[in-house]
């Protein structure tokens, strides 16, 4: 599970082609770098249509020994080398599409003064940053604001070839969903998504799956976690992820990066569970997979660790396929050491939550937790990162071994030294609540994170005989845990025991800050992110509203949440903090309950009628209030190239941290050397 950054105020409020071309390659750079790193670090690198490029910092980078530096090389090449396997995931036509856009970029000689080539660039921008031609947020197809006949004549002036449905589809209304999460529908029908073949229907997965049977019932394998469910003479069969197999060709170049990494751990049980992530890959094998995981959960010492693998399953509309993505961390020592705290103390967060006794852990394990700087992100963790990630997934090893959780600190310090919008003033209720956000968000945002990565998702447990979420609570799982774990954070944020244990020195206002933000953000301001008469799709943005409008509904009768309106504007104004903090109580316990028991016709309610619908005048005012301000809503990174040197014998003496100069240059240099998959060309 991962943990979005959602757009904040003044401070943020967190809570993740077939090119046929006969000229010869172009003799300009494409990738523009700055050498050095300034003193005064710029984290902003430029911004178009909705999108903010940042870049951050590897801090503690020259502190680390050249072998330390060697394993997260590797690491971060392995990750690029399955680079274009997320845009294939995204969108069966992406890789034909961005191919041939790009080939017109780099190429194209002619006017680039009309607001037409201004369009187009920004057009294929919004694909960089989505990895396809679907919002990276909304999962709504992105049109361009250029016309089909522009695009057809810089295809000719450029000798590209794209034509057909790859083509046709920028400009029609096909394919308009990602992922199609609406109530009534066949979701994976129409979903974009390239998870299933296109003729594949919801009630065939769920048949299909539902004949899949673990060796041990309570050790199920992730089924569909790493393959593509399509049909071949009319019978439905698995195109599994692996060498040899579907996205073989990336697959081999990870492995031979693994395989380096490995080379160079710092530790046995670290180079044991690369050796069996290897396994994995060149088998395809889910057990490997449970293996491995088992295997990486538990192997927490060492300065280095990394995500890497088909591991998230938002992008598929029933939760089973898992989207490529990598992050490879840095330990920061001094905020780990800190923060540790909570998961030394994670049994008595379970022992005293609202939760049914029969629903609690008896037993909380394994749970790590670390503040970490990223050094290098890939597939669906780039250009848009989480902010915090909990894994593994699966139910039965977070009981039985336990779970890694990290805060992704530099991530995080970045977006709150890029600037701030301006926007607190204008949607807060009062100066106290300016002035409570600004004193006390900052640390109220990265304990939120903490305790929904470290609490959250690891705590409670599924009755006996219930299924995986995925099975029993369908379309609704994800938005269902991220709410549950955000909950688990809301809880615990307006409590003394924080202040006990250390984190903060007025736990009063720190959940206060918390609790104004989360609701501002659940019924407000996210909102921004929507088109007028859109309803609520993302799984984040779901969980943020079904929680946030369920408090106010049952909390009316006490006034808990006034809705205000003055001078034309709305505003939501808590009024009692206790009564919030035992409603957030109550949700948190029967969120346990409908995952425990797999009880779906709850989930579904819940979600549907709290987080789906958006009130309609309240989204138009939103819309009207954000118009004064120029910051785009959604932010992304460029990352650091790490550029070895070496000696005669090709050795490694040292790695340099680069930092890219332009966004569209890094997305060509990452075209050009991990162009991986030529199968789908």
Known sequence: MKLKLIMGMALLTAFSYSCKNDKAEPQAETVETETKIEAEFDFNVE???????????????????LKEQKLVYYLGQAGLAGRDIIWDQNYRHNLTIRKALENVYINYSGDKATNDWSAFETYLKRIWFSNGIHHHYSNDKMKPDFSKDYLVSLLKETNTSLEGEALDVLFNDKDSKKVNQAKGIDNVLLSAVNFYGPDVTTAEVEAFYK?????????????????????????????????????????????SWLEKAQSVAENKAQGDAIGLLISYYKTGDLQTWDDYNVAWTAATEGNIDYINSFIEVYNDPLGYTGSYETIVQIKDFDMSEKMSVLSENAQWFEDNSPLMEAHKKKNVVGVSYKVVNVAAEAGDASPSTPIGVNLPN???????????????????????????????????????????????????????????????????????GVGETKETLKTYSSTLEEGRADLVGLYYLYNP???????????????????????????????????????VEEAHMRNRQWVSAWAFEKGQEAN????????????????DYDKLHDLFGQLLRETQRIKSEGDFKAVQALVED???????????????????????PYSGFVNPMLVPEMDESGEITKINVVQPKTFSGQMLEYSKNYNFLPEMN
């Open 47 to 65: 911004q178009f249509a909705d999108i903010k490029i940042l870049r951050y910092q590897i801090p503690g980078w020259e502190n680390l020994t």
């Open 211 to 255: 004949t899949k049977k673990s060796p041990n019932p309570e050790k199920p394998l992730s089924f569909g976690l790493n393959s593509k469910l399509v049909k071949e003479n009319g019978k439905l069969v698995e195109q599994v992820y692996k060498s040899g197999g579907l996205y073989g060709s990336a697959i081999d170049q990870i492995v």
């Open 394 to 464: 699966a139910n039965w090893i977070r009981a039985a071994v336990g779970s890694k959780s990290v805060s992704l600190g530099n991530i995080i310090h970045a977006y709150n030294n890029a600037g701030s919008t301006g926007r607190l003033k204008e949607f807060a209720h009062d100066e106290e609540e300016i002035q409570l956000e600004e004193k006390y968000g900052q640390v109220a945002d990265k304990l939120h994170t903490a305790l929904h990565e470290v609490i959250g998702h690891a705590s409670g447990q599924l009755n006996p």
């Open 497 to 535: 025991k924080l202040q006990e244990l250390g984190l903060v020195d007025d736990w009063k206002s720190v959940g206060k800050a918390a609790y104004d933000g989360y609701i501002r953000n659940g019924l407000m301001t996210q909102l921004i992110r929507l088109n007028i008469g859109d309803d």
């Open 560 to 575: 808990v949440i006034e809705k205000v309106t003055r001078d034309g504007k709305t505003y939501f104004n808590i009024t």
């Open 610 to 632: 709290y987080g789906v619908k958006v009130d309609q005048e309240i989204h138009a005012e939103v819309l009207k209030r954000n118009e004064q301000f120029e910051s785009a």
